[in-house]
T-cell receptor
Framework: NAGVTQTPKFQVLKTGQSMTLQCAQD?????MSWYRQDPGMGLRLIHY???????DQGEVPNGYNVSRSTTEDFPLRLLSAAPSQTSVYFC?????????????FGQGTRLTVV | QQQVKQSPQSLIVQKGGISIINCAYE??????FPWYQQFPGKGPALLIA?????SEKKEGRFTISFNKSAKQFSLHIMDSQPGDSATYFC?????????????FGQGTRLTINP
């Protein structure tokens, strides 16, 4: 039972390149999300999805695209990488039992844009 | 717009001491307040959470104190151990039911000196 799997773990891009960060889950959770983590900024929501075929923007969506064709996969696309997108990216799923939401995070992708 | 403010940004505590991390929120609609723990190279994981109908919740050495009127909550780690060294995030979300977007604080890097 892998939980949330992100690939790659590390990536270096040149400014202007595009790439896709992969996220796969085997927890059968409907809700998935992408966060970026920057020093002193905490975890900021980029995009999220409440189920296959449904996505929406979070706090910092500019420069990123997502799609959700299956429950299991939620890729994040960088359209034209910029140095400001250097960050650690986390994919997460959520379950919502009556007591409150619990998020399950992948191990992260460390992205450097030069 | 930072809806959850966390302090301090970093904290050094001696082994056996008490670690205290504070958070303040603005949105009175929030009604679920979790804390996440993140070790280097890993994604955050749920540590402990509280609902506003109680003022304190304790799980082992970890305690959340909640002050609804002040819109503040804090994490206390008693008898702090070197293995507690990690980054801690407070968060807030709204219930009822279904997955709700979590809003995270900026994070606190805790170091426990042996």
């Amino acid at each position: 039972n892998a939980g949330v799997t992100q690939t790659p773990k590390f990536q270096v891009l040149k400014t202007g390149q595009s790439m896709t960060l992969q996220c796969a889950q085997d927890m059968n959770h409907e809700y998935m999300s992408w966060y970026r983590q920057d020093p002193g900024m905490g975890l900021r929501l980029i995009h999220y999805s409440v189920g296959a075929g449904i996505t929406d923007q979070g706090e910092v969506p500019n420069g990123y695209n997502v799609s959700r064709s299956t429950t299991e996969d939620f890729p994040l696309r960088l359209l034209s990488a910029a140095p400001s997108q250097t960050s650690v990216y986390f994919c997460a799923t959520e379950r919502a039992p009556p007591g409150g939401t619990e998020a399950f995070f992948g191990q992260g992708t460390r992205l450097t844009v030069v | 717009q930072q809806q959850v403010k966390q302090s301090p940004q970093s904290l050094i505590v001696q082994k056996g001491g008490i670690s205290i991390i504070n958070c303040a929120y603005e949105n009175t609609a929030f009604d679920y307040f979790p804390w996440y723990q993140q070790f280097p190279g890993k994604g955050p994981a749920l540590l402990i959470a509280i609902r506003p109908d109680v003022s304190e919740k304790k799980e082992g050495r970890f305690t959340i104190s909640f002050n609804k009127s002040a819109k503040q909550f804090s994490l206390h780690i008693m008898d702090s151990q070197p293995g507690d060294s990690a980054t801690y995030f407070c968060a807030a979300s709204k219930i009822p039911g279904g997955a709700q977007k979590l809003v995270f604080g900026q994070g606190t890097r805790l170091t426990i000196n042996p």
